[in-house]
C-alpha cells in the first residue's frame, strides 16, 4: 500500500522562527508536490520536484526532494503570520495498476505574532 | 482562462436524494479528478479520468457515479444522498498523470440531512 505521511500533523510556531515540515513516502516516484490551502478555502499548487535532489524556494518557503530517502522536506524560515495554513505534499504512485496522486493527510501550521 | 470551476458552491440536501456536482476546465488538461476532504482525513480520491470518454475509480467511489464526455467537463453525481456523504468536495485537473501538477476548483460544501 502506498503511503504518504507528513509530520508534524500540527505546529504552532512565533513569528521570526524556523521550521521545517518533512514528508515520508513509501513508492519509489521521484515526483513531489507541495500544496498550500487556507482556512475555508481551496488547494493551491507551491512547488513540484521532479528530480532527486530538486530545491525550489519561493519567499520564506523553500522545498526539497531526496528520492533515495524517500522524504520531502518543506523549510520555513523566519515565519510570518502570513504563512498560517494548512500544507499538503502528494506523490505520483501506482496503486493496484492505477496510476494515482496519494496524499498526505496535512499539516496544519499556524504562526503567532 | 477560468481555470476549474464548480457549482454548486453550497448544497443541502435530504437523505436519498439525488444531484449532480458540476465540475468545468478550460485549460484542455487531459486528467481530471475528484476529491472529498473531511475534516483530519485529508483529501481523498472519488473517481478520475484520464481523457474523454475514459473514468476510473478512486479510493473512495462507492455511492457516487462520474463521466467524461468532452475534455473540459467531469460531473460527479450522487446518487441516493446519505449523512456520511457530508463533505467538501474538490475537482481538480492536471495536464497529463505524467506531470500531475493539480489545478483545484473552488469546491462545494455538501451538507446532507
Known amino acids: 500500500e502506498l503511503k504518504v505521511e507528513q509530520n508534524p500533523l500540527f505546529l504552532s510556531m512565533q513569528e521570526g522562527k524556523n521550521y521545517t515540515i518533512y514528508c515520508n513516502y513509501s513508492?519509489?516516484?521521484?515526483?513531489l508536490y507541495w500544496y498550500r490551502q487556507d482556512p475555508g478555502k481551496s488547494l493551491e499548487s507551491l512547488f513540484v520536484l521532479l528530480s532527486n535532489g530538486a530545491v525550489k524556494q519561493e519567499g520564506r518557503l523553500m522545498a526539497s526532494l531526496d528520492t533515495k530517502a524517500r522524504l520531502s522536506t518543506l523549510h520555513i524560515t523566519a515565519a510570518v503570520h502570513d504563512l498560517s495554513a494548512t500544507y499538503f505534499c502528494a506523490v505520483d504512485g501506482f496503486e493496484d495498476s492505477n496510476y494515482q496522486l496519494i496524499w498526505g493527510a496535512g499539516t496544519k501550521l499556524i504562526i503567532k505574532p | 482562462n477560468a481555470g476549474v470551476t464548480q457549482t454548486p458552491k453550497f448544497q443541502v440536501l435530504k437523505t436519498g436524494q439525488s444531484m449532480t456536482l458540476q465540475c468545468a476546465q478550460d485549460?484542455?488538461?487531459?486528467?481530471m479528478s475528484w476529491y472529498r476532504q473531511d475534516p483530519g482525513m485529508g483529501l481523498r480520491l472519488i473517481h478520475y479520468s484520464v481523457g474523454a470518454g475514459i473514468t476510473d475509480q478512486g479510493e473512495v467511489p462507492n455511492g457516487y457515479n462520474v463521466s467524461r464526455s468532452t475534455t473540459e467537463d467531469f460531473p460527479l453525481r450522487l446518487l441516493s444522498a446519505a449523512p456520511s456523504q457530508t463533505s467538501v468536495y474538490f475537482c481538480?485537473?492536471?495536464?497529463?498523470?505524467?506531470?500531475?501538477?493539480?489545478?483545484f476548483g473552488p469546491g462545494t460544501r455538501l451538507t446532507v440531512l
Open positions: 481538480a485537473s492536471s495536464y497529463d498523470p505524467s506531470y500531475n501538477e493539480q489545478f
Open positions: 513508492t519509489t516516484s521521484d515526483r
Open positions: 485549460m484542455n488538461h487531459e486528467y
